[in-house]
């Protein structure tokens, strides 16, 4: 009996082991999710993992993002994101990884509209939107005047020992991107 309640108190303390990391890994992913809803780059960076930095400097990245999402010629806000579901976690050398399902609405705005009178030109945009975000539903909101594209992201989790959860966005069409995770995360989440 007494081997019983030992044994009912490790199980108990190993699901609150586990109901921890995933409710900070939860907390985690809301306040970075904000932040993203909001442009917020800089904080963002803070939810990155280090691995980003080594292949550009963060400075780099967060002047990128910025020109990306708003420059002289167009102003790109995001509609919604909504985490749909994160995977158990997947263990490799004392680092755990998290895939985390999202699904994003990007709104793409012209500064000067001039060029949207030209439905040549707008074929041509959504052409260019649907070949770099492959499988994705892009359209042209003529009313608003606005680009929109909806799809299913991937943003991969990642738990070092002493770190909180930080995070790296998953793009398979991007070589450089798959440098950043192991062979064997991209086989195990079938990447």
């Known amino acids: 009996m007494k081997k019983l309640f030992y044994l009912f108190i490790i199980l108990l303390v190993s699901i609150a082991g ?8 939860t907390r985690r992913l809301k306040d970075y999710t904000r932040l993203y809803l909001e442009l917020n780059i800089e904080r963002m960076m803070e939810y990155m ?5 080594e292949l550009a400097p963060e400075y780099r990245i967060i002047e990128s ?35 985390v399902d999202y699904y994003m609405v990007t709104i793409l705005s012209y500064k000067d509209e ?6 040549a030109y707008i074929s041509s945009m ?4 649907r070949s770099v975000d492959i499988g994705k539903d892009v359209s042209y909101n003529a009313s608003t005047k606005q680009f929109i ?3 299913s992201d991937v943003l991969i989790a990642i738990k070092d020992p002493s770190k ?3 995070f790296l966005e998953y793009n398979g069409n991007s070589e450089l991107v798959k440098k950043l ?10 990447l």
């Open 65 to 99: 993002k910025k020109i990306y999402y708003d420059n002289n010629t167009t102003k790109t806000t995001i509609g919604k994101i909504e985490n749909r579901s994160i995977s158990d976690p997947f263990t490799l050398k004392g680092v755990k990884y998290c895939k």
């Open 149 to 151: 594209t909806k799809g």
């Open 114 to 119: 001039s060029r949207l009178l030209d439905t």
């Open 126 to 129: 959504l052409s260019t939107i």
């Open 49 to 53: 993992h280090p691995n980003l930095f």
């Open 181 to 190: 995770f192991p062979v064997e995360v991209i086989e195990h989440f079938k």
């Open 18 to 25: 586990f109901s921890q990391t995933d409710n900070s890994l």
């Open 164 to 166: 909180p959860w930080l």
